[in-house]
């Protein structure tokens, strides 16, 4: 009951400020005012849709992208069930509010008994999945409630997560509200059996949307004429920290033009695509406002849309990760899937992939970078380095992907076999 007090207040806490920050936070306000609309919206789509409901639950863009294999499975073998897909956050809503693939696209609500009860009597779905991690309470007390399963996917587990701590018990609580879990590892299997609650070792399903991804790449002409006959450098899903250390490289021109540079910061908000333009010294251009007959002239494109980066990586011969001076690096399998070396920050423990592939360095496949020296010391390297090296390992590269597909095959399987859709 305290552990419990204590959540509802810091949901209470936790709304109060970010109510606060809308008025000076485009994001916060997004936030507040997608979930405004929340009941009217919902109101109207369950008025009107017939057929079994799938509850999609994804914290944000990344976890949309372990979810959007299965989603789209399912929407291609069960075109008569209606899909519907949350978010927590405004960068995953923002970015696929107009995703074709399902049929509702909608903000979770607040996680408060009585929100969380509202929105599943209305929403009524016969299967809920819930992508990695955000254990929403009364949320998932709710779905129990009414006896609706819930599968977790992609799902990974550490020692000094709040699950195995002594004031945890209202997170283990969570846990056994799910119906079956899906572990990425072996490691989250057995901290999970220290609680009694089982789990199925299954591969992260973003192996299967990279590679998928890969097999259905387009052509995209304006990055034809940009690269020309030069190496492109692609750094993907960038913050402030890694803007910066990118920016004093570009600037400096170390490798005497035979690189050009696609930066796509994670946050894509005026604010900050002008603090990137501002920080560039060279020839720079909106991905929005290059076109085939302009696009061999600049020597820098800056990515000032959603959604697009993972087909930009085909074009890139180093890749460059952002996150990694923050929490935890992104998605580094977008570009690692077509074989091409990726360098990232410091801070990669959480990322499964990215140790994995650092353990063989024998593969030139990734490198960790703690500030801007180290950063042009790894790209001088890759320059430096014998081409048949390099393409050894790619090959592995592409092939550790490959290993690792067929987990959204495997959660598909158990849903059907368990009459789940």
């Not at 004093?248 to 005026?270: L, Q, T």
């Given at each position: ?15 109060l ?10 994001k916060?306000k ?16 369950v ?30 073998l ?11 956050s405004?960068s995953g809503?923002?970015?696929k509010?107009y995703y ?7 903000y ?31 949320i998932?007390n ?15 587990f ?15 609580q ?9 572990v ?16 199925e070792v299954c ?112 074009y ?17 399998l977008e ?6 070396p ?67 095959e495997?959660i ?10």
């Amino acid at each position: 009951m305290i552990s419990l007090f204590i959540y509802n207040l810091s949901i209470r806490l936790y709304y109060l400020s970010v109510y606060i920050a809308s008025f000076f936070s485009r994001k916060a306000k997004s936030w507040i005012e997608g979930r405004k609309k929340l009941n009217h919206k919902l109101r109207s789509y369950v008025a009107s849709a017939h057929g079994k409901k799938i509850w999609v639950h994804c914290a944000s863009l990344g976890e949309f992208e372990q979810a959007r294999p299965l989603i789209e499975k399912i929407k291609a073998l069960h075109p008569d069930h209606r899909l519907i897909l949350t978010f927590f956050s405004p960068s995953g809503f923002d970015a696929k509010r107009y995703y074709e693939g399902v049929d509702f696209v909608s903000y979770l609500p607040l996680d408060t008994a009585s929100d969380a009860h509202e929105f599943v009597r209305k929403l009524r779905p016969s299967l809920v999945i819930w992508v990695k991690y955000e254990y929403w309470y009364h949320i998932l007390n709710a779905l129990h409630y009414r006896n609706i399963p819930v599968i977790l996917i992609s799902s990974v587990f550490r020692e000094d997560s709040v699950f195995f701590k002594w004031y945890g018990s209202l997170h283990r609580q969570m846990l056994r509200y799910f119906s079956h879990i899906f572990v990425q590892n072996k490691s989250s299997q057995d901290l999970l059996r220290t609680l009694n609650i089982e789990s199925e070792v299954c591969t992260d399903t973003r192996f299967d949307t990279v590679y998928n991804t890969m097999v259905k790449h387009k052509q995209v002409d304006n990055m034809v004429s940009f690269k020309g006959d030069k190496k492109i450098l692609i750094a993907g899903s960038t913050w402030r920290k890694d803007i910066d250390i990118l920016c004093d490289m570009i600037n400096n021109d170390p490798f005497e033009r035979r690189y050009k540079y696609v930066i796509a910061p994670h946050d894509v908000s005026p604010e900050n695509i002008k603090y990137v333009i501002k920080k560039l010294k060279k020839r720079t251009s909106l991905y929005t406002r290059f076109n085939p007959q302009n696009a061999a002239k600049y020597e820098v494109i800056v990515v000032d849309i959603m959604g697009i980066l993972s087909g930009l990586y085909f074009y890139g011969d180093i890749a460059y990760v952002g996150g990694g001076f923050n929490a935890s690096v992104h998605n580094i399998l977008e570009p690692a899937v077509y074989g091409m070396p990726v360098i990232f920050g410091p801070n990669y423990h959480k990322s499964e992939e990215a140790k994995a592939l650092l353990s063989h360095p024998e593969w030139y496949a990734a490198y960790t970078v703690k500030n801007a020296d180290e950063l042009l010391a790894s790209v001088r390297s890759l320059l430096d380095n014998d081409e048949e090296n390099l393409k050894t390992g790619s090959a592995k590269t592409k092939q550790y992907i490959l290993d690792n597909t067929g987990g959204t095959e495997k959660i598909y399987s158990y849903l059907k076999e368990n009459d789940l859709i």
